[in-house]
């Protein structure tokens, strides 16, 4: 049987060429593409077929000998491996009305977790000139031969027993010891190892914490406009939520509901608005949970990227009563798909909250946790945000002067920093059309009714963040903007 039609390498794969050809064989055999006792392709045919080097399939091919999924015969070529594990094909009852029949188990469409809106953007957003989009890093500026000498660190033999093992449900101690030292001391945090819990990233944290007090608290207070994936992951674990209005200085906690017996908030720089909380109203919401027995979730969003005030200390660190349950994130300001967070609390709460965890995924991977403590304690952490805060204020600051000079009759929120501005235009801008007419102009930006609990409250407002994109392409990126904006007003 003659396989060389049958292969074709993938479009713009990261893979050496060599690994291309593994990938495309080994699916080939997983989809029972390829027939036991059917020789492959010959070196020189597969070649010719691929357009590679006759040495590039050889060296795919002994690969592919070497971990068993094909053999080698003398004279007569390759073979899949008999003994290799292949798809079994599709049989049974009509996949249709299995289908359905799982359907109707399932919640009613509009009570589904998939129904839940979230801010979305295209997986191909980095093929766009101008993202102005959030939670997505700039490549070039990532730390890359930092964190190699990390996880080289991590992977050395002598820590072989400490990540290929389950540690049951304990965390990485080294990690603990370096927020303790670092990242929380900063803060102004003081908190015991037993009052740490390490999370896959803030927004585990977040559901761990929805499930931990959910029927406990009543309603919970959330700013609105607010941070989709926390009202996501809250409601999903069974909470009511209500959304209090948010000012200059963010929430407005005068506005708390006395039913309400949790506040989730993000005090540093308000999501999606980046504004932030004054000291005065941080010890304002602390009394009222005191007074209230109330719990406060404090999201500490991006608290390390402040360009012209000092940093407020967090409410965690003026809490003398248990009521704060502080959450961070180790991979927003590094690489969002390290997924790697954390959660400091009244010791009671982070045993019943690692309990969940537990339950849930055990505890992140111990590898990430090794790789992440070296990466603190050889200082290569405080050394990238050094660098991350030396650019972001310089793409701040272009950013606020375009916005300026472009969009002067739309209002910017008021701010100290982040990495995203928060734009408040005229109810009759149709954000909709706007994002189709800048998608193909090659711009991306996040609507805000998504951030809304009712998104019609969010009519005319846009965030546009700027941590994805080169300073040189802001300006012409807002210039866009402000065009397409003229053509629809």
Not at 23 to 28: L, N, V
Not at 350 to 357: G, H, V
Request: charged share 25%.
């Amino acid at each position: 049987m003659y396989f060389g039609h049958r292969f074709k390498l993938p479009v713009e794969s990261p893979l050496p060429l060599r690994d291309q050809v593994c990938e495309i064989i080994s699916e080939a055999a997983a989809r029972n593409a390829i027939v036991h006792g059917q020789p492959l392709p010959s070196c020189r045919e597969l070649s010719t077929q691929l357009g590679v080097s006759r040495n590039t399939v050889f060296s795919a091919y002994d690969r592919l000998v070497e971990i068993g999924l094909l053999i080698s015969k003398d004279r007569s070529g390759y073979f899949l491996n008999p003994d290799s594990v292949t798809m079994a094909p599709r049989t049974g009852p009509d996949a249709g009305a299995a289908a359905l029949a799982i359907e109707n188990r399932l919640p009613a469409q509009g009570a589904r977790a998939s129904d839940l809106r979230k801010v979305e953007h295209p997986d191909d957003w980095n093929r766009f000139p101008y993202p102005f989009i959030y939670n997505q890093i700039d490549p070039r500026i990532f730390p890359i031969q930092g964190w190699r000498e990390c996880m080289r660190l991590a992977l050395n033999r002598q820590r072989l027993s400490v990540w290929t093992g389950d540690s049951d449900g304990a965390d990485s101690l080294n990690l603990i010891k370096q927020l303790q030292r670092r990242l929380l001391s900063y803060r102004g945090i003081q908190a015991a190892t037993d009052e740490i819990l390490i999370t896959a990233g803030a927004q585990n944290a977040l559901f761990i914490l929805g499930l931990l007090f959910a029927g406990k608290c009543g309603s919970v207070a959330m700013e609105d406009p607010g941070y989709p994936e926390a009202r996501s992951a809250l409601t999903l674990t069974g909470n009511q939520i209500v959304g209090v209005a948010v000012d200059d200085q963010g929430l407005m906690v005068d506005a708390i509901p006395d039913e309400c017996g949790m506040v989730y908030t993000t005090p540093s720089h308000q999501f999606p608005t980046t504004a932030t909380m004054s000291l005065k109203r941080r010890q304002q919401v602390l009394n009222i949970a005191r007074d209230r027995q109330m719990v406060i979730i404090e999201d500490d969003y991006e608290a390390e990227m402040n360009y012209h005030r000092d940093t407020l200390p967090p409410i965690k660190a003026i809490d003398d009563s248990g009521s704060v349950v502080y959450v961070g994130s180790l991979s927003k300001t590094l690489s969002p798909g390290l997924r790697l967070g954390f959660m400091v609390a009244h010791p009671t709460i982070i045993k019943e909250a690692k309990a969940i965890r537990r339950a849930m995924m055990r505890h992140p991977p111990t590898l990430m946790q090794d790789a992440m403590a070296n990466f603190m304690a050889l200082g290569h952490h405080d050394a990238h945000l050094r660098r991350l805060h030396r650019r972001y204020k310089a793409r701040w600051g272009a950013m606020r002067e375009s916005i300026s000079q472009h969009l002067p009759d739309l209002a910017m929120g008021q701010s100290n920093g982040g990495t995203c501005f928060w734009v408040d235009g005229p109810s009759n801008l149709d954000t909709n059309k706007l994002e189709e007419n800048l998608r193909a102009r090659g711009v991306l930006f996040d609507k805000g009714s998504v951030f809304y609990i009712d998104p019609e409250r969010g009519r005319g407002k846009f965030r546009l963040g700027f941590a994805s994109m080169p300073l040189k392409s802001l300006d012409p990126g807002i210039r866009i903007i402000a065009e397409e904006i003229d053509k629809l007003l």
